[in-house]
């Protein structure tokens, strides 16, 4: 049984940080590229961040590009999200994503990815 489980987020300020993760088991993921998409209440699902399979490449979303970092570490088949100078319109549910069609070029819509966690609320007060 492939999972994918987030972790990581909660409540936090204006201008502060949090650091999500997502532990892959069940299947080894070092080969493709893994992401992070979010969704808010009322809202589509969008796309936040992916890197590709050795990390070499990363994406981002242009809201978040400069305050998030993606980042993975193939040996523990984890990819993490860096968020920091968060924001109220950063608050939502964070998804993380993998797309087993594609190892360095990373789509950003959400009907490209395969797998999918659970979700982590992410939620920034002002």
Do not use: H
């Not at 489980?5 to 892959?24: D, I, K, M, P, T």
């Not at 590009?65 to 990819?79: E, P, Q, W």
């Amino acid at each position: 049984q492939v999972q994918l489980v987030e972790s990581g987020g909660g409540l936090v300020q204006v201008g502060g940080s949090l650091r999500l993760s997502c532990a892959a088991s069940g299947r080894t993921f070092s080969s493709y590229v893994m992401g992070w998409f979010r969704q808010a209440p009322g809202k589509e699902r969008e796309f936040v961040a992916a890197i590709s399979w050795s990390g070499a490449s990363t994406y981002y979303a242009d809201s978040v590009k400069g305050r998030f970092t993606i980042s993975r570490d193939n040996a523990k088949n984890t990819v993490y999200l860096q968020m920091n100078s968060l924001k109220p319109e950063d608050t939502a549910v964070y998804y993380c994503v993998v797309d087993t069609y594609r190892s360095i070029y990373a789509p950003r819509t959400p009907n490209e990815y395969d797998y999918w966690g659970q979700g982590t609320q992410v939620t920034v007060s002002s």
